[in-house]
């Protein structure tokens, strides 16, 4: 079983950035696909970035292209989700997932199968 805990959040000015992270314990991290989720009050959860277990594929949501960047670090068993030029309408609960074992093409949301708790991300006007 793999645990996942993310980081990183937090209040930041519109226009600003964060850096989350989500660090994995448990066996087997660098084997899994890895995606960021997001879901504000209200609204449903919403599928924002995917990486595959080699990081050569990933996937952005119209919403983070351009702006988001994600990353994973298989020695560190850690992934990220760099965030800039960052809007109000970012404001959320980011959680982390993990997917499908040794799949090299970028995640769909059916992929993921654990998460982690999540990590407040408000961005001020």
């Known amino acids: 079983q793999v645990q996942l805990a993310e980081s990183g959040g937090g209040l930041v000015q519109a226009g600003g950035s964060l850096r989350l992270s989500c660090v994995a314990s448990g066996r087997s991290f660098s084997s899994f696909s890895m995606g960021w989720f997001r879901q504000a009050p209200g609204k449903e959860r919403e599928y924002v970035a995917g990486i595959s277990w080699t990081g050569r594929r990933t996937y952005y949501a119209d919403c983070a292209k351009g702006r988001f960047t994600i990353s994973r670090d298989n020695a560190k068993n850690t992934m990220y989700l760099q965030m800039d030029s960052l809007k109000p309408e970012d404001t959320a609960v980011y959680s982390c997932?993990?997917?499908?074992?040794?799949?090299?093409?970028?995640?769909?949301?059916?992929?993921?199968?654990?998460w982690g708790q999540g990590t407040q991300v408000t961005v001020s006007s």
């Open positions: 997932a993990g997917g499908v074992l040794f799949s090299d093409r970028a995640p769909t949301p059916d992929d993921f199968r654990f």
